[in-house]
């Protein structure tokens, strides 16, 4: 029996090169095969007659081959294979795209099961590149068959059959972390019944009680985590913070606050006044004036007498926060640096020489921050950065840099109060409800894809007039395979520029790009020296552009509201009027229904809350982005009541336990899972 660490290439049937393949989908574990979970299903256990298919559905027939397949090449690189099969209701004529081998292995009077979408007439039913097996073998038809995200080189029917040998080496030995009492009283069912029929469902009831065992476990341990989080933080003692006069600090900045902003001022310097360490949640729509709330908790603790270290996740926001913050500071007597990747080896040692010191009150940077050798006389704040992830492994690294310093997360994606609290379990929350008075507005647009040649010209007139401009470009997946960024952003950037803006400056970047290079980008774009930037999502979170004024977002209906919300944000940040345009030609309801909910407002929080009512937290937070540890099955959204039961599942076990002394697989979970949350984000 294999162990749940052993490399996935030594097990049976899997090998070198398909073990290869799915190292492209993170796994390489036996423990990560069994645990990558479909993201859908379909139900393939009914089958039609032919006479039944209606052209345009998709759905399963069972005919008899009636002629041996023939071959036909159509050009270099395309080869047909043509069959025609029959049932006691009709014929139909099915196609097959550069799969040759199907001419051996498709026996004329043997009866296959061909699930595809129906085509041609009443009188002549067709299906192109169906799915085809033998009746009975019930491996991809015939079932409930997971759907799983998919890369070059690995096929469901792969992906399906590698998890099948990894279930039967490790079925026995799978770990069950829910203690039997809770277990049982909640009615859940064993581990190996849940990872067999979350992957190879029985009928219908099977997956849901499989779905629920595991969403249940998910939550269960989330909960644990964070409430061990908050509670060591609430036995944590530190000496408080005298209280400042902050006016030098409010007649320094050049305008005035605003009163949600004072109110969060108020809300953590009270929370380093207190005795114990803040953790506190500073979120807020773009533009709404975080970044001086963090400045002026940077202030109070300078006024008393510790240092402050603000984090951000990329370089370019860094140096732009620097760039921001420096002058300010150093205007009231605090001295600031800038510490990155970047920073030159000699420049380093004399910043860290000079935190140890304490020479220097302020430092501004990115992970560099929390690298061995970085040492601070006395780090009494930390401000994270953490546009919209969930950062505890790092905010953690940076702490202990000091003696429980007290802690500001801010947050750019507005997210529902009640979701916030459940996701920051270990912070306390201050929400930005108002934007700075003079913020232009951003006209916003839905559009079909026929507007295309107009939008062009509108974003040559801007260009004309000196502004620039961001393109979001499409990013389709085929077959369930994870999109190439690279390549959608390459190709579509190439097309702009042989073709409608051929006069202008195209740049791209895209998440593939190693950090520095999208910098590089970014900050040659920033400056001026491009006029249009294609782009994937990866701009959500950027530099701010003060002159760009246009954002246009292709495929508009693949976000979600609030990841549209935070792409809009990328524009309006400077004196000129700015506009988003979102192209899409989906004709579904609910897709115009979303859409025109970003026409309609700008309020981060309004949209934050229609986004989660439509598309549940599951989507909410965009794939893999959240970063929230091991919720691969549950949805917040949906999953409201099943919250509330792990919850209080949770309570009770840490009243009686709080160490967990008893439950010691549930321990080493929650371990786990936060370690792998600080892998996400690292």
């Known amino acids: 029996m294999?162990?749940?660490?052993?490399?996935?290439?030594?097990?049976?049937?899997?090998?070198?090169?398909?073990?290869?393949?799915?190292?492209?989908?993170?796994?390489?574990?036996?423990?990560?095969?069994?645990?990558?979970?479909?993201r859908r299903y379909e139900d393939r256990t009914q089958t039609k007659s032919i006479a039944e298919l209606e052209p345009g559905e998709t759905a399963g027939v069972a005919a008899m081959v009636a002629a041996a397949p023939t071959v036909s090449r159509v050009r270099q690189g395309l080869d047909l294979v043509k069959l025609r099969a029959v049932d006691e209701t009709g014929a139909l004529d099915v196609t097959f795209f550069n799969q040759t081998w199907l001419r051996t292995s498709l026996h004329v009077g043997d009866t296959y099961i061909f699930y595809g979408k129906a085509e041609g007439t009443q009188r002549r039913r067709q299906m192109t590149n169906p799915i085809v097996e033998p009746e009975g073998r019930r491996e991809s038809t015939g079932r409930i068959v997971p759907i799983y995200p998919l890369t070059a080189g690995v096929s469901q029917l792969i992906l399906s059959r590698s998890i099948r040998q990894g279930l039967n080496a490790c079925g026995d030995i799978l770990p069950d972390v829910l203690p039997d009492s809770v277990r049982q009283g909640h009615q859940l069912c064993r581990i190996g019944y849940a990872y067999e029929n979350i992957h190879f469902p029985e009928n219908a009831e099977a997956l849901d009680i499989a779905r629920r065992r595991l969403a249940f476990e998910e939550l269960f341990l989330f909960t644990i985590g964070l409430?061990?989080?908050?509670?060591?933080?609430?036995?944590?003692?530190?000496?408080?913070?005298?209280?400042?006069?902050?006016?030098?600090?409010?007649?320094?900045?050049?305008?005035?606050?605003?009163?949600?902003?004072?109110?969060?001022?108020?809300?953590?310097?009270?929370?380093?006044?207190s005795g114990s360490p803040m953790n506190r949640l500073c979120q807020g729509d773009v533009g709404s004036g975080k970044t001086m709330v963090a400045a002026a908790c940077v202030y109070f603790m300078a006024q008393n007498g510790r240092q402050a270290a603000l984090m951000a996740p990329t370089e370019i926001l860094a140096q732009q926060h620097y760039a921001g913050l420096a002058p300010l500071m150093e205007r009231l007597g605090i001295r600031c640096a800038l510490l990155t990747g970047s920073t030159p080896a000699r420049t380093k040692r004399s910043i860290c020489a000079q935190l140890a010191g304490g020479e220097i009150q302020f430092a501004i940077g990115t992970h560099a921050l929390i690298s061995q050798g970085v040492e601070y006389q006395d780090l009494g704040l930390v401000v994270t950065d953490e546009q919209h992830r969930f950062g505890v492994a790092q905010r953690a690294a940076l702490a202990a840099k000091g003696h429980s310093p007290h802690t500001l997360v801010m947050?750019?994606?507005?997210?529902?109060?009640?979701?916030?609290?459940?996701?920051?379990?270990?912070?306390?929350?201050?929400?930005?409800?108002?934007?700075?008075?003079?913020?232009?507005?951003?006209?916003?647009?839905?559009?079909?894809?026929?507007?295309?040649?107009r939008l062009y010209a509108f974003i040559r007139k801007l260009v004309g007039e000196g502004r620039q401009a961001y393109i979001v470009c499409p990013m389709v997946a085929e077959n369930d395979e994870l999109p190439d960024e690279r390549k959608a952003v390459t190709a579509y950037a190439k097309m702009l520029q042989d073709g409608p803006l051929s006069d202008l400056r195209i740049a791209a970047v895209h998440g593939k790009m190693k950090p520095k290079e999208k910098d590089a980008v970014m900050t040659a774009f920033a400056g001026g020296e491009a006029d249009v930037l294609v782009s994937t999502t990866v701009i959500e979170v950027g530099v701010d552009v003060p002159n760009a004024a246009v954002m246009v977002i292709e495929n508009a209906e693949r976000f979600g509201l609030s990841q549209l919300h935070q792409l809009r944000g990328r524009v309006g940040r400077g004196k000129f009027k700015s506009y988003c345009v979102l192209v899409s030609d989906n004709q579904n309801e609910e897709t115009r229904q979303r859409l025109k909910v970003m026409t309609k407002t700008s309020d981060g929080f309004k949209i934050a809350e229609e986004d989660l009512r439509l598309r549940g937290p599951g989507d909410f937070f965009g794939q893999r982005q959240h970063g929230l540890p091991g919720l691969k099955v549950a949805d917040l959204g949906c999953d409201t009541r099943l919250l509330q039961e792990a919850q209080s599942a949770a309570e009770s076990l840490l009243a009686e336990d709080p160490e967990l002394r008893t439950c010691p697989a549930t321990a080493e979970r929650i371990r786990t899972l936060f370690e792998q949350a600080a892998d996400t984000l690292n």
Do not use: W
């Open 411 to 453: 947050s750019a994606t507005p997210i529902p109060r009640t979701l916030a609290l459940i996701l920051y379990g270990d912070l306390d929350v201050s929400i930005i409800d108002q934007l700075p008075p003079g913020r232009q507005p951003i006209d916003t647009f839905a559009v079909p894809g026929s507007y295309h040649q």
């Open 227 to 273: 409430k061990r989080l908050r509670s060591r933080r609430e036995v944590a003692q530190v000496t408080p913070c005298r209280d400042v006069d902050m006016s030098p600090f409010y007649e320094s900045l050049p305008f005035t606050l605003t009163d949600a902003q004072r109110r969060c001022v108020t809300e953590a310097l009270a929370d380093m006044r």
């Open 2 to 38: 294999a162990e749940l660490n052993t490399d996935v290439r030594y097990i049976k049937g899997i090998g070198e090169q398909r073990a290869k393949a799915l190292g492209k989908l993170g796994i390489r574990t036996l423990q990560d095969l069994v645990s990558y979970f479909p």
